[in-house]
């Protein structure tokens, strides 16, 4: 809104001129969610204590640890986050940037579908809320449209390269290469409209992977973050066509915009982990991991970088394998390889603090994500 509201002034009032620069937006989003949580996040969590009761029912399943140092804190702080995250695009960020609207619809659709679980657990004080079929038939159908509106918005740039909208990028292979397999021209691998289903899959498999490690006191927060911070620069890098070319990877017109979304992510991160810092005084629940792992998806997806999310969201799919793997041996076995999952759960069961398992994760993110963004330049 800035931007169109005072980019025309520049001419006259030369300061004006900064409201150009996709970096400077970048930071004003940051800012400006971090300052909007912080306002709003000690009114909407004593209102949500009153409103909620009990709080989060906390799953009997679980660690017993938790069901006393948890039990009765209040969920649905995500709304706090996509508050932040939404108000601080909005003002920063180019309305007319279709991957934009693109990757807003998709977070607050989730976030939406996350809210309405955690008010029916909070409701009904039971671990269950959405039922899990339903949940991924509407988080699916969703995904699939940011899919198809991204590869259509990708096809219609008049100076995207051929083909790229149906392609899949390959992180550390050189697009010379590639053209010597799939023909000249070619920056990753054609798949034709098979493009769709696996940006849904990237889109969903990210959401709930996230839903998975947020399962600790600020454990799936940081992380997020990191994945934001790393996808920032990368929108940044594959939106403009000089840094594109000279990095050796596929270009992508207007796609950087996605930049001042990441920072938003990482201005509304900030603020709420400020309240979400051991001991949480509010939990971001499905409504902010749903959303907050399908508005990574969707950045990777339209960032044309969905397997480079593998790496740098490494985490979350170490999270979302741990599960995996657990519930097929299990069923094959009848033996467990976890102690609990998802797999900070283990951790938790062979005696390490919550707070050793949380920085120690922070960690590895951090060293995922560089291993990641290294594969921007080692082609």
Known sequence: ??????????????????????????????????????????????????????????RQDGPESHLLSKAGTPTMGGVLILLSMTIATLLWARLD??????????????????????????????????????????????????????????????????????????PFVPLQFLSQLFGPGAVGVPVGWLIVPFAAFVIVGA?????????????ATVPVMIAAGAYALIAYLVGNAIYANYLGVPYVPGVGELAIVCGAIIGAGLGFLWFNAPPAAIFMGDTG??????????????????????????????????????????????????????IHHHFEQLGWKESTIVIRFWIVAVILALIGLASLKLR
């Open 1 to 58: 809104m800035l931007y169109h509201l005072l980019t025309p002034l520049a001419d006259e009032f030369a300061l004006f001129n900064v409201f150009r620069y996709l970096t400077f937006r970048t930071g004003g989003a940051v800012m400006t969610a971090l300052v909007i949580a912080f306002v709003v996040g000690p009114p909407l969590i004593h209102w949500m204590r009153r409103s909620q009761g009990k709080g989060q029912p906390i």
């Open 97 to 170: 940037n279709a991957y934009v609207w693109i990757v807003m619809g998709v977070t607050l659709s989730f976030g939406l579908l996350g809210f309405i679980d955690d008010y029916l657990k909070v409701a009904k004080q039971t671990a269950s809320g959405v039922v899990g079929s339903l949940k991924l038939v509407v988080q699916f159908a969703v995904a699939l449209l940011a899919g198809y509106l991204c590869v259509k918005t990708l096809g219609a740039a008049p100076d995207a390269p051929p083909g790229i909208e149906t392609s899949i990028a390959v």
């Open 207 to 219: 959401s709930n992977t996230v839903n998975l490690t947020d399962g600790l006191d600020g454990l």
């Open 289 to 342: 991991s749903l959303a907050l792992g399908g508005a990574l998806g969707a950045i990777a997806v339209a960032a044309k970088h969905e397997i480079v999310l593998a790496i740098v969201g490494g985490l979350f799919v170490l999270e979302g394998l741990s599960v995996m793997i657990q519930i097929a041996s299990f069923k094959l076995t009848g033996k467990r390889v976890f102690r609990m999952a998802p």
